[in-house]
């Protein structure tokens, strides 16, 4: 379901018709991660292709922070910095999916191991209840089903009631089909003016905007 790349996991097309491999492929990952060891992180970040730019995010997938390199105008340029912002907030929203999951695999096994149920005093959460590996894995495709429909449904509203957001000093703007942030513009005068701190607080101000209007569809 996720690869392992530049930034650990990547969100990639898998099928699940093999529950063998499945299974196999679930062990392989939690092993790599640090097995029944293993606590998913409170948060993580991750980059886009270029590595110029970086975010983090915690585990609700908000952006807590945003690193932009002092030579991204060499780089990338202006044209490439509202890209390179969206797929590493992307990139690290995935890393942490694929973390939190591998977390409640680790504690199953754990469980398993122990002769115990699996902690309640976590938040609950989709796989908190007793299963086998292969069961959650398949969970997983199909809350991955469900958000992809949930998306493609949110882009069809998107066609009647597109939404436009921009950050302070008009240094980034942004756009939003069905409540989801499919796209950042870097305005080029402004921005090749402004400084890696300017840029910062304006992505984070854009993503914020964002996220407030995601939870209006989720």
């Not at 939404?163 to 921005?191: D, H, K, M, N, Q």
């Not at 300017?198 to 905007?209: E, G, K, N, S, V």
Request: proline share 3%.
């Amino acid at each position: 379901m996720y690869r392992e790349g530049r930034d650990r996991w990547r969100l990639r097309e898998s099928t699940f018709g093999d529950r063998a491999r499945q299974r196999q492929a679930a062990l392989a990952e939690l092993t790599e991660a640090g097995g029944r060891a293993y606590r998913a992180p409170e948060r993580e970040d991750a980059g886009d292709d270029s590595g110029i730019v970086r975010v983090t995010v915690d585990r609700s997938g908000a952006v807590v922070d945003v690193h932009i390199r002092s030579d991204w105008r060499d780089r990338i340029g202006v044209g490439g910095l509202g890209p390179a912002l969206l797929a590493a907030r992307e990139n690290a929203a995935g890393a942490m999916a694929r973390a939190l999951v591998l977390g409640r695999l680790a504690e199953q096994e754990r469980a398993a191991s122990e002769g115990r149920e699996p902690s309640r005093d976590r938040r609950p959460g989709a796989y908190a209840e007793r299963s086998t590996i292969d069961q959650v894995w398949q969970r997983l495709s199909d809350n991955e089903d469900h958000a992809y429909r949930r998306q493609k449904a949110a882009r069809a509203a998107a066609e009647r009631q597109p939404r436009a957001i921009g950050g302070p000093l008009g240094l980034l703007s942004g756009r939003c089909e069905g409540g989801r942030l499919v796209g950042i513009t870097a305005e080029p005068t402004r921005t090749r003016q402004a400084d890696t701190e300017q840029l910062r607080h304006a992505a984070l101000d854009l993503f914020r905007q964002a996220e407030a209007a995601e939870e209006l569809i989720a």
